[in-house]
C-alpha cells in the first residue's frame, strides 16, 4: 500500500494533465506493466484437486536472500524469527571450501518446511494443532496449540520456531498479510496459504530475482513443476528420514565455483 | 531433607525433633514460594525468561519431568515386585515406598506444566487427543500410575491386611510400571530428527535408570524417617536395599555400554557426533564425572559386605546414584537437543527480537528455570513428609 502511494505520487507530479485525481493515475500506473509482469504472481496450471509442492533450483539460487525477507513482511514474523532463511554450504558463511581442484566452491540452500507428506511434526503433536490441509500443506492452528515444542524436537529440518516471548516488529513496521501468532505457540513456513487460496504463488516464488523457485500442483500432470521433476529429477532433503517432503531441489548441474 | 536429623542423636528428644520439624516446614514453605514466583514471571513474560532456544527447545524441565518419572518406579516395584515374587523382607517398607512413588509420579505431571508455552490451553490435550502422539499415551499411563499409587496406599492403610488385593494390584502395577517407563523413553526415542534417541534401547534403559534412582531414593528417604521418628523398620531392610541396587546399577550400566559400544563401533557420522559430545565435547565434565560418581563409587558400596552394613556410605552412595540418574538424564537430553540434522551457517533463528541465528549454542538454564524446579522439589517433599506423617510413622508418636 505505501509503496504504491509513493509511485501514485511520483506519477502524479510528473503528469502533464495537472490535477486529475491522484486514485485514477495510481490506477493506470498498475495497469501499464507488461501483461508478462502481471502474471507473474499466478499458479500455473492446477487440478481439481491440489497438492501443493516447490522446486528450489539450487543451481539458478545466487543465496540473496529475498525471499527470505519477503517471506517475514508477508508473514507477519517477529523480529529474531524465519520460517525461511539460506544456508551457505561452504566452509563458514563467508569462507568458501576449497575444491577438489584448488577451486574455491560454495552452494546455497535455501531452507524453509519441507511440506512432509508423512510429518513427523504431525504425527507426534498432542492435540492436532499441526495438521496436513486438503492441499497437502502442512500447517499449525495456533488456537490449538499448547506449546510443548514436541514438533520442534521431531522436525529433523529445524525450520520451526517457537513465539518465547511477546512478537516484536522492527520500528515503523506494522503488519503483514496474515495475523501475528501468540506467544506461546510455534509457527512455521504455511506455503503461503492465503496466497494460494487467491490463485497466487507463495511470495518467496514471486520474488526470487533468479527465478530459482518454481511453485505449483503435483497432483496436475502439466504443471511446470512437473515438467522439470520429469526432466531433471529432485531430491528430497534427508531423503533417509522417509518423511517425503513436497519440497525438493534440483541439485546443481555444474558445480559452482568462484 | 537431611537437614532434619539433628547431628548425632539416633533418638533426639521430642523437643529438639519439634524445633526441627518447625525448620523443616518452613524451608518447604519457602521452597514453594520460590517455585510459585518464578512459575508466575515465566506465566507473565513467556518462556523467554528461560535459557531455551530454537536450538534447544527441551531442558531442565524436560531432564526433571524424565528424572521424576524414573524415581516413582523404586516404591511401586518394591511393593509389587516383593508381592509377585513371595518375598515379605522389604515388607516394613511398603506403605513409604508407595508413598514415594505416588508423590513422583504427580510431580512429574506437575513438572511439565512449566514446560508448556500456553499451559491454559493443556485441556485440549484431554478434549481433543491426537493418539499418535506418545505424549498423549503417557499422560493416559501417568494417570493410571497415579491411581494405582493411590489405591495401592488405601489398600495398604486398611486396618484388616487385605493380601489378596495387594497381590492383584501387583500383577496391575508391574506391567503398567514398565509401560510408563517404556513411553516416556518413546517421547524422545520414535524421533528420526535425533539420531541420539532414535534407539531401540532407550525404553530398557530408562526402566533400568528408573530402578537405580527409585530404589536409592525409597533408602534415602526410609532412612531420614527413621532417624527423625520411632518409626523402626528391621535393619535388615538397608542392606536388601543396597544388594537390589548393585543389581540395578550393573544392569543400568550394561544398557549404556552396549548403547555406547554399538553407536561407536558404527563410525559413522551420525552417530559419532553425540558420542563426541560425550566423551571429549562439552558433556563430557558431567558424562565422566556421572560414570566415576554415580555409577562406579555407589556400585562398590552396594556389593562390599563391610561397606554397605555402615549407613553413612549406603546413604552417601544412594545419593550419589539419585544424583548420577539425574546427569546421566541431561546426557541423554543435551546430546540429542544440540544436534541439529542440517548444521549450515548461519544457523538455526535463536528467537529473541534481539538474536540473529546461532548454530551449537549452548543452553544455560536461567534463574527462573531453577525457581520453578526447586518449587516441584519442595512440592514433592511436602507431600511424601504429609504423607509420611499421616501413614508411616506409628500413631502414638504423638506427632
Ligand atoms: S519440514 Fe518439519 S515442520 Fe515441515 S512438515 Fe516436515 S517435519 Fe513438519
Ligand atoms: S508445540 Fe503446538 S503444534 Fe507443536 S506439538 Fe505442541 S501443541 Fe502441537
Ligand atoms: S511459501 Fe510463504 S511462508 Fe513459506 S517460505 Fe515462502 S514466503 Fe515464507
Known amino acids: ?258 | 531433607m537431611t537437614t532434619l536429623a539433628p547431628p548425632g542423636s539416633p533418638t533426639p528428644a521430642t523437643g529438639q525433633r519439634r524445633r526441627a520439624g518447625l525448620l523443616w516446614y518452613v524451608a518447604l514453605a519457602v521452597g514453594l514460594a520460590i517455585g510459585l514466583f518464578s512459575f508466575g514471571y515465566q506465566l507473565s513474560a513467556g518462556l523467554t525468561v528461560t535459557g531455551l532456544t530454537n536450538t534447544v527447545t527441551w531442558g531442565l524441565y524436560i531432564v526433571l519431568f524424565m528424572f521424576l518419572v524414573g524415581v516413582s518406579a523404586g516404591g511401586l516395584i518394591v511393593v509389587a515386585g516383593g508381592e509377585l515374587v513371595g518375598s515379605h523382607q522389604l515388607e516394613s517398607l511398603n506403605r513409604l515406598a508407595v508413598i514415594v512413588s505416588g508423590t513422583a509420579v504427580a510431580a512429574a505431571a506437575v513438572s511439565i506444566i512449566p514446560d508448556l508455552g500456553r499451559p491454559w490451553l493443556a485441556w485440549h490435550m484431554m478434549v481433543g487427543p491426537q493418539w499418535m502422539s506418545p505424549l498423549v499415551w503417557d499422560m493416559a499411563v501417568i494417570s493410571i500410575y497415579l491411581a494405582i499409587a493411590g489405591v495401592d496406599l488405601w489398600i495398604l492403610t486398611r486396618p484388616e491386611p487385605m493380601a489378596r488385593w495387594l497381590r492383584i494390584m501387583a500383577v496391575v502395577t508391574l506391567p503398567v510400571a514398565v509401560l510408563v517407563h517404556s513411553v516416556t523413553a518413546w517421547i524422545f526415542g520414535f524421533l528420526v530428527a535425533r539420531p541420539f534417541w532414535n534407539t531401540a534401547i532407550l525404553a530398557p534403559l530408562f526402566i533400568s535408570s528408573a530402578l537405580v534412582s527409585g530404589t536409592a531414593l525409597v533408602l534415602i528417604v526410609a532412612w531420614v524417617v527413621r532417624r527423625v521418628s520411632t518409626w523402626d523398620p528391621p535393619a535388615h531392610v538397608f542392606t536388601d536395599l543396597a544388594k537390589l541396587l548393585a543389581w540395578f546399577v550393573a544392569v543400568d550400566f550394561f544398557l549404556l555400554l552396549a548403547e555406547l559400544v554399538t553407536a561407536y563401533t558404527s563410525q559413522t557420522a551420525y552417530h559419532l557426533a553425540p558420542l563426541e559430545m560425550l566423551f571429549g565435547g562439552r558433556q563430557a565434565p558431567l558424562f565422566w564425572g556421572q560414570l566415576v560418581l554415580g555409577v562406579v563409587l555407589p556400585f562398590l558400596v552396594y556389593v562390599n559386605p563391610r561397606l554397605r552394613t555402615r549407613m553413612g556410605l549406603l546413604v552417601g552412595a544412594a545419593t550419589l546414584s539419585v544424583l548420577g540418574v539425574f546427569a546421566k538424564r541431561v546426557n541423554i537430553l543435551m546430546p540429542g537437543m544440540y544436534e541439529p540434522q542440517i548444521a549450515l551457517p548461519p544457523g538455526v533463528p535463536a528467537g529473541r527480537a534481539d538474536q540473529t541465528f546461532e548454530l551449537g549454542a549452548l543452553y544455560v538454564p536461567t534463574w527462573v528455570e531453577y525457581g520453578v524446579v526447586v518449587g516441584i522439589l519442595a512440592f514433592s517433599a511436602t507431600l511424601i513428609t504429609v504423607g509420611v506423617r499421616r501413614f508411616v510413622i506409628p500413631r502414638s508418636d504423638g506427632s
Open chain 1, 1 to 258: 500500500m505505501r509503496d504504491t502511494d509513493v509511485l501514485g505520487s511520483l506519477l502524479a507530479g510528473d503528469d502533464p494533465n495537472e490535477g486529475a485525481p491522484v486514485a485514477v493515475e495510481r490506477t493506470s500506473a498498475i495497469e501499464a506493466l507488461p501483461p508478462r509482469s502481471r502474471a507473474w504472481g499466478e499458479i500455473d496450471v492446477r487440478s481439481d484437486t491440489p497438492r501443493w509442492g516447490m522446486l528450489v533450483d539450487t543451481e539458478r539460487c545466487i543465496g540473496c536472500w529475498s525471499c527470505a525477507v519477503i517471506c517475514r513482511s508477508e508473514n507477519d514474523v517477529a523480529l529474531g524469527m524465519w520460517w525461511n532463511r539460506i544456508l551457505t554450504d561452504g566452509d563458514d558463511l563467508d569462507t568458501p571450501t576449497v575444491g577438489a581442484h584448488g577451486q574455491l566452491e560454495m552452494a546455497w540452500l535455501p531452507l524453509a518446511c519441507q511440506h512432509c507428506d508423512d510429518a513427523p511434526c504431525e504425527k507426534v503433536c498432542p492435540t492436532a494443532a499441526t495438521y496436513t490441509n486438503d492441499e497437502g500443506v502442512v500447517m499449525v492452528d495456533a488456537d490449538r496449540c499448547i506449546g510443548c515444542r514436541y514438533c520442534m524436537a521431531a522436525c529433523p529440518y529445524g525450520v520451526r520456531v517457537f513465539n518465547w516471548g511477546e512478537p516484536e516488529k522492527a520500528p515503523g513496521v506494522t503488519e503483514g498479510m496474515v495475523h501475528a501468532r501468540p506467544v506461546g505457540s510455534v509457527e512455521k513456513c504455511s506455503l503461503c496459504v492465503h496466497r494460494l487460496a487467491e490463485g497466487q504463488e507463495p511470495s518467496c516464488v514471486v520474488s526470487c530475482p533468479a527465478q530459482a523457485r518454481i511453485f505449483g500442483d503435483l497432483n496436475a500432470p502439466d504443471s511446470r513443476i512437473n515438467q522439470l521433476l520429469r526432466d531433471r529429477g529432485g531430491d528430497q532433503l534427508l531423503k533417509e528420514k522417509g518423511t517425503e517432503p513436497k519440497v525438493r531441489y534440483l541439485p546443481p548441474r555444474r558445480r559452482r565455483s568462484l
